[in-house]
């Protein structure tokens, strides 16, 4: 069992930056497939991007390529995903989630996934 905590959500100005941060304990990620899911108020939970940490294999949904990306330490203990221009419609809850893998799979469903952090909030305003 490995446990995610999200971190590095807050408040910022359309055409600024966050770079959140999904840290696990119990396991490292190096064998997981490592998705991150986004879910607004009043609307279902969607993939935003997803990454295979060991094998550095990554994927983008429309909504965020271009503007987001991926990233890990060397450790595979965190992942990274560096979301730039953001914009209003980029408010959310950030959740990331670990789908066990030792190969370079991953996963854009949400019932492929076993673990799941608590979400950290990310607000777009001026």
């Known amino acids: 069992q490995v446990q995610l905590v999200e971190s590095g959500g807050g408040l910022v100005q359309p055409g600024g930056s966050l770079r959140l941060s999904c840290a696990a304990s119990?396991?490292?990620?190096?064998?997981?497939?490592i998705g991150w899911f986004r879910q607004a108020p009043g609307k279902e939970r969607e993939e935003v991007a997803s990454?295979?940490?060991?094998?550095?294999?990554?994927h983008y949904a429309r909504s965020g390529k271009g503007r987001f990306t991926n990233s890990r330490d060397n450790a595979g203990n965190t992942v990274y995903l560096q979301l730039n221009n953001l914009k209003h419609k980029d408010t959310a809850v950030y959740y990331c989630a670990a789908a066990w893998s030792n190969t370079g799979w991953m996963t854009q469903s949400i019932g492929d996934y076993d673990y799941w952090g608590q979400g950290t909030q990310v607000t777009v305003s001026s």
């Open positions: 119990g396991s490292t990620l190096n064998d997981h497939a």
């Open positions: 990454i295979s940490s060991r094998f550095g294999k990554t």
